[in-house]
């Protein structure tokens, strides 16, 4: 196909991030706003090796009945609401589809349930909450060749800039206009490639206190950054800290060591927000990831299906934060953590200890193993041996390996929830555990509306109802 020929094309399913596909003989063709089923003619926008990329245009004929007017007007350059061309009920058959596929690829025998819906956006109905409370901006330059702030941009526009987001809270919306207009009277030029100062912003909203937190990705230090910051503090009070974190050209925009930790040094203000995720109270600063929703729907939905007791052996897989290890222990009193940086780790350990227990949870606390999860299995596996643990398995988006999976059905469990976000690893994770446990239930989670993206929740059970054969494990402080 030449980039000129506008053709017409039918799509006949979904990709994973959203775009409907064409297949063909050994390249295929993503659709970005195409809808299966429905003829329509596409405009061209990039090959590949393996893949063609196109944009719809219109449709050949009767629209498909899915089909809505996108609400936001940056839609098609942004690209990061790929799905906001279908209504929010169809939008939810992509996603258990997607899952389902996934599933069925792993050759089980399971039903998909529909997705816990996610607060609809606004023009589609209903009560509306903002809830992305954090966004990952990049800097570039305008056609005036002017610096400018915005989400990396498709149909090769290099930055989109999105002020007008409503899928982040107002305050957010007002510090990227604030952050735009002082960068640019300050001459804080982007990195082109070559030189230039400024890489990335990362802005995060506290659903708590409403405080804003601004982390510049920089190419090197300079005294403007310093007059950036004590700009943006006067330019609005929620605006209650910024950093810089200085990552060498080329290489990754945000540089991580070996132990999770990014390095940040401080511009003006505090450094760690208050969050509650579940309920649970905790302070998170610049070098931590947050949750992808404030409340965590589907980390609590795990929590709950585990359904720990006062004296329950529980652990938790490759949490990002430890906010899982943290919900269970107040429900069991203790709980184990495997795989995190040590980072995270120590974070999760200042939380643990500031965030106490109530009645008789009082001294309820988690601990946090960091390294690899099979030698932190190894190192506590007495501790676990005949316990018949609760577990909380969260597979991400790569999934856990096999000699993990193993590791965790050799401990016996009674029960197991599998939490992921990519159908295929999740689907494979899911076959591994069900040779050991029996399949209860899959529930996709919305989090990300008028995205494909979800987190999946998968509850496993043991047919063998008998008590543990050792009692409940007493809280040790275990470190690597």
Not at 219 to 238: G, Q
Request: contains cysteine.
């Amino acid at each position: 196909m030449l980039r000129s020929e506008d053709p017409l094309v039918t799509p006949e399913g979904w990709l994973h991030r959203g775009d409907a596909f064409v297949p063909g003989d050994g390249v295929q063709l993503a659709v970005f706003g195409g809808i299966p089923g429905e003829r329509a003619r596409v405009r061209l926008t990039g090959t590949h090796r393996r893949q063609d990329r196109a944009r719809w245009i219109a449709a050949a004929g009767p629209s498909h009945p899915s089909r809505v007017h996108p609400w936001c007007d940056r839609f098609v350059p942004c690209g990061r609401c790929p799905l906001m061309h279908l209504h929010p009920i169809a939008q939810h058959d992509v996603i258990r589809g997607l899952i389902q596929d996934g599933v069925d690829a792993a050759t089980l025998d399971g039903r998909v349930d529909a997705p816990t819906p996610a607060i609809p956006p606004p023009g589609q109905g209903g009560s509306r909450t903002e809830l992305q409370h954090e966004i990952n901006l990049v800097a570039g330059y305008s056609d005036q060749r002017s610096p400018r702030i915005g989400v990396p941009g498709q149909d090769g526009r290099d930055v989109v800039p999105v002020p007008g987001c409503l899928m982040v809270p107002e305050t957010l919306r007002e510090t990227m206009k604030v952050l735009s207009h002082h960068v640019r009277e300050l001459e804080i030029w982007p990195w082109n490639g070559k030189v230039g100062t400024l890489r990335a912003v990362h802005l995060r909203c506290s659903p708590v206190t409403g405080e804003v937190g601004v982390l510049l990705s920089v190419t090197r230090p300079s005294p403007m950054l310093t007059e950036l910051a004590d700009r943006l503090a006067s330019a609005h009070p929620a605006i209650a800290g910024v950093a810089m974190h200085i990552s060498t050209p080329p290489g990754f925009t945000w540089d991580r060591t070996e132990d999770g930790e990014l390095g940040v040094g401080m511009l003006y203000g505090k450094a760690l927000f208050d969050l509650a995720p579940g309920g649970f109270p905790m302070r998170l600063g610049f070098s931590d990831p947050w949750p992808a929703r404030p409340d965590e729907p589907a980390l609590i939905d795990a929590v709950n299906a585990l359904d720990g007791r006062p004296g329950d052996a529980a652990l938790e897989i490759g949490g990002v934060n430890g906010v899982g290890a943290l919900l269970l222990s107040r429900k069991t009193g203790w709980a184990l953590s495997l795989g995190l940086p040590e980072a995270r780790a120590r974070r999760a350990r200042e939380n643990n200890a500031a965030g106490g227990g109530t009645g008789a949870l009082a001294n309820a606390a988690a601990d946090f193993v960091s390294g690899p999860v099979i030698e932190g299995l190894a190192s506590v596996y007495s501790r676990l041996d005949g316990r018949r643990p609760l577990a909380l398995l969260n597979a991400g988006t790569k999934g856990i390996p096999d000699e993990v999976l193993d590791a965790v059905l050799a401990l016996d469990p009674r029960r197991v929830v599998l939490l992921g976000s990519n159908p295929r690893s999740f689907g494979k994770n899911l076959k591994r555990l069900s040779a050991g446990l029996t399949i209860r239930r899959v529930t996709p989670h919305d989090v990300a509306p008028n995205t494909p993206f979800a987190e999946v929740v998968g509850v496993l059970e043991s047919e063998d109802s008998s008590p543990p054969t050792a009692r409940a494990p007493r809280r040790k402080v275990v470190r690597r």
